[in-house]
């Protein structure tokens, strides 16, 4: 599951979703969505820690613009999200699924 609104994971790792935008400088798939990126399009970076050494990092991969801009609007609103390749659009299906429903009924 990928979308959460209580944060207590017990992991040995976590991932850091950089604020500034980059341009991309090769062609990659969007980490959030699976999504083609192409050079010059617009990314934001995503690294990942251990949790016993926050120096030492390692990319983690790319959002691409509509993706990011998910992403702030679900932590904005409270929810968790585990770093699996798609876990973006995975998020906004379960919440569509399970959020936007509820307010409906």
Do not use: H
């Amino acid at each position: 599951m990928s979308i959460s609104c209580s944060c207590d994971y017990d992991y040995d790792w976590y991932y850091v979703v950089e604020d500034k935008e980059k341009m991309a400088t090769e062609p990659c798939q969007c980490y959030g969505c699976s999504e083609q990126i192409s050079i010059g399009d617009e990314v934001r970076q995503m690294n990942r820690f251990e949790l016993d050494d926050e120096t030492n990092y390692e990319l983690l991969g790319y959002l691409c613009p509509a993706c990011s801009g998910l992403y702030d609007s679900l932590i904005e609103l409270g929810f968790c999200l585990t770093a699996e390749r798609g876990f973006i659009k995975e998020a906004m299906c379960e919440y569509r699924t399970e959020y936007l429903e509820l307010k409906e009924k």
